[in-house]
Structure formats: C-alpha cells, structure tokens
C-alpha cells in the first residue's frame, strides 16, 4: 500500500468550476511534487515543494495553483481548465529536497481528472 | 531530444520468456531509477543505482548501470502475467537542484 494517499481518485468537472487535488504524506519527507501523466506517456513534473515552500515551477499555466498547507499536505487548486488539461495527476514525496538528494519518489496512485 | 532513450516502447512476450528493457543517454546521471507501473496507478519504485557498474537484483529482476552511468538495463527472467505494466527508467542530473527525467517508458505485456 502507498504511503501517500490522494483524493479524490476520480474527478469530473466543467471548464467553469473550480476544484482541488489532496495529497498526504506522514513518511516526514521534506518534498512534495505534483506530476501530470498522459495517457501512455511518462509523468511530466509541474511542482516542487522543498520544506513548504515552492521551489520549482516548470512553466505551469495559471489555472493550477499549488499549495502547501505543512510539511504533510499538498494541494493542487483548479479553475478554468480546459479538455486537455484531462490526466493522471500524480502527488509524490522524497525524503529530502532536490537541492540536496537525488530523490527517490514515492507517488500516490494518483486522481484521474476528465474535464468536459 | 529525449535525454533518455527507453526501448523498445512496446514488448509482448509469452510467461516464462526473458526479457530486456534498455534505457541509454549521452549524459552521465548521479543515479538512475527504475519504476514500475500498472494502469490507473501510480509509478512504484523498483531500484535506484548510484555506482557506475553496479548490478542489482531484485527476485527475476536484474537491473545494470553502465560503467560511464549513462545507460542503464532491466533484465527480467521467466516473466509472469504479474510483470506486465509500464516500465519507466529516471534518471537523476545535477542542474542547480537534482533534476529528475523519465524515459518514455516500456509497455511490457506477459501473456499466460
């Protein structure tokens, strides 16, 4: 069983709402990160938070907005997506930040996003 | 250009065949990882190699990094109809923070 957990696993909204992806983790891991997979294509990274505090953003649109509530919580707001934003939205930790190690990932099972 | 090479992208086999997933670049990484995936779950760590030359295993699975750490193979003996998933190799690069990069993955299916 995974040691960080997601919810909700599936989410279908509409372009005009407004939701959010949840992810725990109490492994006390340092880093937090949110990938984006396509179907049958590798996760592509979104976000990296070291220690609570946004430490990458790979040029993510502004209709997702990360948050970092403690060290245990990552959330991923969302509004106004669009159908292609549609994926695998996979939470994952590591034990210290990438400025430090090379990180060995521990990912969610993820939330499947459709948006109509 | 993809900075790893996984092949081959696709691999069907029949249960008790062997296999071999390759996974190379023209970068030398700190360490590489190798994960595996099944369908509407999330990637679980396999392996993490650090030193040039090592050789892991882990039950069927054997996984190499080369001697330069720049490629890196999963062999994997007598398949099982419970190996099949995606197989995703990660390579880790220092860049100001450790950088982390998938392959495209290899699609394995064991046919019983």
């Known amino acids: 069983d995974t040691e960080v957990t997601q919810t909700p696993k599936h989410l279908v909204m509409g372009m005009t709402n407004k939701k959010s992806l949840k992810c725990e983790q109490h492994?006390?891991?340092?880093?937090m990160y949110w990938y984006k997979q396509k179907a049958k294509k590798p996760p592509e990274l979104m976000f990296v938070y070291s220690y609570e505090k946004l430490s990458i953003n790979e040029s993510v649109p502004s209709r997702f907005s990360p948050e970092c509530p403690n060290s245990s919580l990552l959330n991923l707001h969302l509004h106004a997506l669009q159908p292609e934003d549609s994926a695998l939205y996979l939470c994952a930790s590591s034990q210290g930040p990438p400025t430090i190690t090379t990180g060995e990932l521990f990912f969610g099972e993820g939330s499947r996003l459709t948006v109509l | 250009t993809q900075l790893l090479e996984q092949s081959p992208q696709f691999l069907s086999i029949q249960e008790g065949e062997n296999l071999t997933v390759y996974c190379n670049s023209s970068?030398?990484?700190?360490?590489l990882q190798w994960y595996r995936q099944e369908p509407g779950e999330g990637p679980v760590l396999l392996v993490t190699v650090v030193t040039g030359g090592e050789v892991k295993k882990l039950k069927r699975l054997t996984f190499q990094f080369g001697d330069a750490r720049k490629d890196s193979s999963l062999h994997i003996t007598a398949a099982q109809p419970g190996d099949t998933g995606l197989y995703l190799c990660a390579g880790s690069m220092w860049a100001g923070s450790y950088q982390l990069t998938f392959g495209k993955g290899t699609k394995l299916s064991v046919i019983p």
């Open positions: 970068s030398v990484f700190s360490s």
């Open positions: 492994m006390g891991h340092r880093a």
